[in-house]
């Protein structure tokens, strides 16, 4: 009886380290999306910052022209 016990345990634990080997590598999975998601967020991130500029820059030719043509 205490044979068939120890073997059912060896079974337990052999299904528990299989488990922890796939949670493992999925850990490992997530991590590397995770830094690639963190990566185009941060792409995104200086993209929209360079639009901003953008943008700033053509509001302000905008004013300068605006205040040309009300000068006329």
Known sequence: M???ILDQLEGKIQQA???I???QLEVEELKDRNQQ???AYDALR???E???VEHDS???RLRSL???IDNV
């Open 58 to 60: 053509w509001q302000e």
């Open 46 to 48: 200086n993209e929209n």
């Open 2 to 4: 205490s044979l068939e």
């Open 37 to 39: 998601a963190q990566q």
């Open 66 to 68: 605006l205040g040309q």
């Open 17 to 19: 380290v299989e488990t």
């Open 50 to 52: 360079q639009l901003k």
């Open 21 to 23: 080997q796939l949670l």
